[in-house]
């Protein structure tokens, strides 16, 4: 057999290995459509007319297994594809962003930005919001069938929750749904709710927000979050990551006046926020760094929520092993030290921590650094635990 | 009622009081430049002189309403007329039971509307709300940027205190209750799709008749009101009473 | 100069505040009559009046007792319609964007329900209460092909028209070339005068409507 043969040869066999490899634990346990829906590319579209309604509906505002607060993923403890029945409250809450700055935030479940869903390509969402914007609605007391949103606030309640009330019509929009947006993700008045499903037709990590005029207004008072969908095949370092993290960057816009804050829509129209944050804090992930140890390979799920500036996200010590532009494995990149996203642009990123330390996490477009875009991983040794 | 006797006087001197007629003002007529591009291009209208309650109707004068009508009392309402909220913060059908003097909320459009027909006027119109506004705002010397401060500060629910120089001739229009318009409806179009606020998404450039804080700010009263539908009952949703000016 | 629309007629509100102040009372007293019923008082005569007309439900429309008048100038009770589904639209005369389509779209209804139709009534209210005469309305029902029975194309006040484009989730205002801005909605009352089919956009639906009228 000559050289050239076998190169030959391991390559179609190699073909064949990777074929079956992405075939191997999902294929067949593909969700079937439901009528009046079609299929492309193995991809389902034409879903059911979203319904509105009202309910009496005073119990937990955020239901579903995989519904997190950041910066913590739920894990997918099942194989294949299958119903997520999620529920996100939207409603007022007084948020802390910045030490004794606190104001009347729009948000979806409580925190600022909202819970993280996270599902798998294929999987369907089965979504109900309720506009609960007119009631006072309590997070730091988790109610009995909660999302583990919940406990993982209360661990943690950096933001310093308070219930608000702030009537306001608001809507959801999914980047991670391909919907006729004037159907699902439609304005409800406070009262109201809203029920339609979505399908997770493609991987990534994608921004959820409301989509209800004046939508910068909306996100700058609060009201967006992250949805992962996991790629079917999964990403090929699967097995190798040590931790994964969520992180949303944003920004803020307020003024004082008198004893409070409040949005300042020039400063929104100027670009020029008064803090821009992770994870909704600018001391979220210095009070509270992410951890891990000396060769440890982790992954963030990274979003860059706007409402309007760039990131430009750099970890100091650190180079990005792998990139995956908008989460999805398709568009790779290999050694990155800084990943530059646009409004509601995502990225997967993982890299190799090389020595125990402190590495901070910064928005490397300085001005938002200095305006809060900074975090910090805390590594151990090596052989520590 | 101390504030309201003070609150008339004050506008006395600005707008013309109606001593018979001591919870009215009477808005003077004149040109309404629309702060709203409803039509591709700024309009402007003339709006005659009308009456305007001077406070949102309160939960008392409401009591009284339907104490008279008992078809508006929340038990008796049929449900085409609200949404199921409506009065459902009062003690009993015909009392409030709290906060008598604060402007009655959780009406639908329908019941304030059936309010103003028995009480021989209607619900402003929008033109006629927002002129009313406008007539104030200058008349209390409210600066653009304090004004844009005060609507957002209140659609948040944040305390603030107004830096009008004349606070009283605001005649509470804003800070207190959004209100019940005749025609609060928006109709804002996308090619041949026809619709309300769906229509926009924040890509406001093309509906600002000036493109400042206070025009935005103005925006988002319009669209907001424009989201409840006429059966909407909330906390923050009242109105009050226009008249014909003879 | 302010639009026309602003102007608010003396009549139309008194006729307007008289129909929502009355119309939960219409309920009432079918609430009562059922109790005399079992009494078998001196109410007799009055309680058979009565009988003709079982209590609305909840969700009826026809609580408002709107009243219109028709292309051939007669008066028109909601109340009337009471007994056959009705389909419904609103338009307006000058119209020759929508409108039209609205109305042949509710002509195919018919032609899909064939002999049924004679059991189906249609409303057409128009937006322009100062320019849609009943004459105007008679000449516009022509030139659709759709002056014929069943079919009422109807005006009134400012102020009913905007009850009932409410209660149908229609918006709409008068631009500034006289004309109406207005979603294009189709509904379907049941012979309650309940709202069970509501279809907004010009999607043609024509078969589904249909099957709507067919179900009830």
């Keep these: 057999m000559s050289k050239k043969t076998f190169m030959q040869l391991s390559a179609f066999a190699l073909a064949l290995g990777l074929t079956a490899c992405a075939q191997s634990p999902t294929l067949n346990s593909t969700l079937p459509m439901k009528d009046g829906e079609f299929s492309i590319d193995g991809m389902i579209f034409g879903l059911a007319e979203a319904e509105v309604f ?16 950041l910066p913590h993923l739920a894990p997918l403890e099942y194989t294949g594809n299958r119903v997520h029945e999620v529920r996100l409250d939207t409603f007022a809450q007084k948020v802390e962003v910045a030490p004794g700055v606190n104001f009347n935030a729009w948000t979806y479940g409580g925190s600022v ?273 | 009622m101390i504030k309201r006797a003070r609150s008339l006087a004050l506008c006395g001197l600005l707008v013309t009081a109606l001593p018979a007629m001591s919870s009215q003002v009477v808005i003077p007529a004149g040109e309404f430049v629309s702060p709203v591009i409803l039509d591709q291009e700024i309009s402007r209208v003339w709006v005659d002189a009308f009456r305007l309650d001077v406070q949102p109707v309160t939960r008392n004068e409401f009591a009284d309403f339907v104490r008279k009508h008992p078809e508006w009392q929340r038990d008796r309402t049929p449900r085409i007329f609200h949404d199921g909220g409506y009065l459902t913060n009062w003690l009993s059908a015909v009392e409030p039971g709290s906060a008598e003097t604060a402007p009655v909320t959780q009406v639908s459009w329908f019941a304030a509307r059936a309010y103003c027909e028995a009480d021989g006027g209607s619900l402003p119109t929008l033109e006629q709300w927002e002129y009313a506004l406008s007539v104030q705002r200058q008349q209390a010397n409210l600066n653009d940027d304090d004004y844009a401060r005060e609507v957002f500060a209140w659609y948040t629910q944040t305390p603030f205190i107004s830096r009008a120089e004349d606070n009283e001739a605001m005649l509470g229009l804003l800070g207190q209750v959004n209100e019940w318009l005749e025609d609060y409806q928006l109709l804002l179009s996308n090619g041949e799709k026809i619709d309300f606020g769906g229509g926009s998404c924040g890509d406001t450039a093309r509906m600002l008749a000036n493109f400042d804080a206070a025009h935005y700010a103005t925006f988002l009263r319009y669209q907001s009101r424009s989201n409840y539908t006429p059966v909407t009952t909330t906390s923050t949703l009242g109105f009050r009473c226009a008249y014909p000016e003879e | 100069m302010m639009k026309n629309g602003l102007r608010l007629n003396h009549l139309s509100r008194a006729l307007i505040a008289s129909f929502l102040l009355t119309a939960p009372m219409a309920l009432a007293h079918a609430q009562d009559h059922s109790h005399r019923h079992h009494q078998h008082g001196h109410h007799q005569h009055h309680g058979e009046a009565l009988a003709a007309a079982a209590p609305l439900t909840n969700e009826s429309l026809y609580q408002t007792e709107l009243s219109w008048v028709n292309q051939h100038n007669e008066t028109v009770e909601l109340t009337d319609l009471r007994g056959k589904p009705v389909i419904v639209t609103m338009i307006y005369a000058s119209c020759n964007t929508a409108c039209p389509v609205l109305v042949q779209d509710i002509r195919r209804v018919e032609q899909q329900l064939g002999d049924a139709a004679a059991n189906t009534q249609v409303l057409v209210v128009s937006f322009d209460h100062e320019n849609d005469t009943p004459e105007r309305l008679a000449e516009f029902a022509e030139q659709q092909r ?41 509904g379907v009352l049941n012979a309650e005068g309940e709202l069970v089919y509501r279809h907004e956009g010009l999607s043609r639906l024509h078969e589904k409507v249909a099957q709507v009228v067919r179900d009830l």
């Design chain 1, 113 to 385: 930005p909202g819970p993280t869903l996270h599902v798998r390509e294929g999987d369907r969402v089965v979504f109900t919001m309720k506009n609960r914007s007119d009631e006072p609605v309590v997070v730091t007391d988790p109610l009995r069938g909660g999302a583990p949103y919940f406990q993982q606030l209360a661990a943690n309640p950096y933001q310093k929750h308070q219930p608000a009330v702030s009537p306001m019509p608001h809507s959801m929009d999914f980047h991670s749904g391909t919907v006729a947006a004037d159907d699902k993700w439609r304005t409800i008045a406070p009262g109201e709710t809203i029920r339609f499903e979505w399908v997770a037709n493609y991987p990534g990590v994608y921004m959820y927000h409301c989509g209800t005029p004046s939508v910068l207004m909306h996100t700058a008072m609060g009201q967006y979050g992250a949805v992962v969908v996991s790629p079917k095949g999964g990403y090929p370092t699967d097995h190798l990551v040590d931790h994964e993290y969520v992180i949303v960057q944003s920004e803020f816009y307020l003024e004082k006046v008198g004893d409070e804050y409040i949005y300042d829509h020039q400063a929104a129209m100027n670009r020029n926020p008064s803090h821009v944050t992770f994870n909704g804090h600018v001391s979220a992930l210095i009070d509270e760094p992410l951890r891990a140890k000396a060769g440890d390979r982790v992954r963030l799920y990274f979003l860059n929520a706007g409402p309007s500036d760039t990131s430009s996200f750099h970890v100091i010590g650190g180079i990005f092993d792998r990139v995956w532009y908008e989460g999805n494995v398709e568009n790779e990149w290999r050694g990155m030290q800084t990943v530059l996203l646009g409004a509601s642009n995502s990225a997967v990123m993982e890299f190799i921590v090389p020595e125990s330390g402190v590495y901070k996490l910064v928005d490397h477009e300085f001005a938002d650094a200095e305006r809060g875009a900074a975090g910090a991983l805390i590594a151990t040794p090596k052989d520590s635990n």
């Design chain 3, 146 to 186: 759709a002056n014929k029975d069943g079919w009422h194309f109807v005006t009134g006040s400012a102020s009913d028209i905007r009850t009932w484009a409410a209660l149908m989730g229609i918006r709409y205002r008068q631009n500034p070339n006289g004309g109406y801005d207005h979603s294009n909605v189709i």
């Design chain 1, 54 to 69: 009202r309910e009496q509906y005073d119990s937990a505002p955020v239901i579903g297994d995989t519904m997190s607060a």
